[in-house]
């Protein structure tokens, strides 16, 4: 990772990308500490948090926890493009958009922003009646209509930058920037959460969470890189008066092609309804929302069997998103390819899903164990919401750094390329 940094730097182009996405982040970060108008400073540092909060402004880079402008993050985003791409499944409209290339995508883009629009100034809305409510002391006390009115539209301002920040980096940038947004917010809380595991002062306790820290990582990254290779043969062929050679290559398959992507949604979806109903409870717990609230809150048996599903489900989604196992049997047919001992066409379509299948429900169940394990571990060490999101955190972390590695390298190897092209 550091040779491939240190490759780009030398490069211009990619220097400037790196920078252009550095900047952009800082920026992101910068926004996670500037107070809402109307907030009262002083009255910030007496708050209190619960698991629900703290997941919350884990994901937010400690925004929520500060009351900052970006205080809602980009789960409204993140949320809105989850159930757009549910509906471009059921609606007919926004499938023919969806085979449309570029201009539907276009199309699809743009009603996402408007429904995370939505989403945000309904959660900003949510958020007002919470603070009111007391559960975050006064830090509201004495505002007016007027004031409430401009932390709504501070708020909903702030979810919607976020979004052009991603949406810049993802453009003119390096890796994906809603996902490298989500990462620079987790890994800016890692300090306070090893600061308070070294306050515990159980010595035992950290030298068990760093072991299966390391062996976590190891096995995400075993999972993300590992892959089944379909063997491909091509048939020589004449096409007009030359003689295209046959030969054999593969066809790479990987375990895990959905990446981190499930993590993300099946957070931002759970969040999303818990949130919503902890800040129009205004925190009362013996409300209808606030039991609800705290029936899936974050480590309860009903979240945790609800995120593992919804991981799998959308392990399964992506995969199938990313992947056409029929439009690649047609593509191998069409180029004279054949897998050995599969006939083309509609067979070779049902063996590569068969295996599809298999290899993805294997990817699943990992990114699954991997995101719930920790609150087990957790609970049994006694360390109450301190790690609750250490699965989750690296499963994101690992897995958007080996995609922005990735992405790098490629950038390099095709600028090295067109080198060797200009000498010759």
Do not use: C
Not at 12 to 26: N, S
Not at 341 to 355: D, H
Not at 362 to 379: E, K
Not at 386 to 392: A, D, E, N, P, Q
């Amino acid at each position: 990772m550091l040779g491939a940094l240190g490759n780009a730097w030398r490069v211009p182009e990619l220097r400037q990308k790196l920078m252009f996405t550095a900047i952009l982040i800082a920026l992101y970060r910068l926004g996670a500490f500037v107070p809402l108008p109307g907030i009262d400073r002083e009255a910030i540092s007496s708050l209190g948090g619960n698991a629900i909060t703290g997941l919350f402004s884990t994901f937010t880079g400690g925004a929520f926890n500060n009351l900052a402008i970006f205080s809602l993050g980009i789960m409204p985003y993140i949320t809105a493009a989850i159930v757009i791409q549910l509906m471009t499944v059921a609606i007919p409209r926004l499938q023919e958009l969806a085979k449309e290339g570029e201009t539907g995508q276009q199309k699809i883009t743009q009603y996402t922003r408007y429904f995370t629009l939505a989403l945000a100034f309904i959660q900003s809305i949510a958020m007002v009646l919470f603070f009111r409510s007391g559960q975050f002391g006064d830090v509201l006390g004495g505002a007016t209509p007027i004031d409430y009115f401009l932390v709504v539209i501070t708020l909903t301002t702030g979810v919607m930058l976020t979004m052009w920040l991603g949406e810049l980096i993802t453009q003119h940038g390096l890796g994906n920037g809603i996902s490298l947004i989500i990462t620079a917010s987790i890994i800016s809380q890692a300090p306070t959460a090893i600061r308070t595991l070294f306050e515990g002062g159980n010595v035992l306790n950290i030298v068990i969470l760093a072991l299966l820290a390391v062996m976590i990582v190891a096995a995400i990254v075993f999972v993300n890189e590992g892959q089944r290779r379909i063997p491909i043969t091509y048939a020589k062929r004449q096409v007009g008066r030359r003689m295209s050679q046959g030969g054999t290559t593969y066809l790479p398959l990987k375990v895990n092609m959905a990446g981190v992507i499930p993590i993300i949604f099946a957070s931002s979806l759970l969040i999303f309804p818990v949130i919503l109903g902890q800040f129009a409870s205004g925190g009362q717990q013996d409300s209808i929302l606030g039991r609800i609230s705290l029936f899936f809150s974050p480590g309860n048996g009903p979240y945790l069997l609800l995120y593992a599903l919804l991981i799998v489900m959308f392990t399964y989604f992506y995969t199938a998103v990313q992947f056409n196992p029929i439009e690649h049997a047609d593509n191998l047919r069409k180029s004279g390819g054949y897998i050995p001992g599969i006939r083309p066409g509609r067979p070779t379509a049902e063996y590569l899903n068969s295996v599809l299948t298999r290899i993805t429900l294997f990817g699943a169940i990992f990114l699954a164990a991997v995101a719930v394990l920790p609150y087990f571990i957790s609970g049994a060490m006694n360390l109450g919401n301190s790690i609750f999101l250490g699965g989750t955190s690296m499963l994101i972390v690992v897995g958007v750094s080996l995609d922005t590695v990735r992405q790098l390298e490629s950038q390099l190897m095709m600028r090295n390329y067109e080198g060797f092209l200009k000498k010759r």
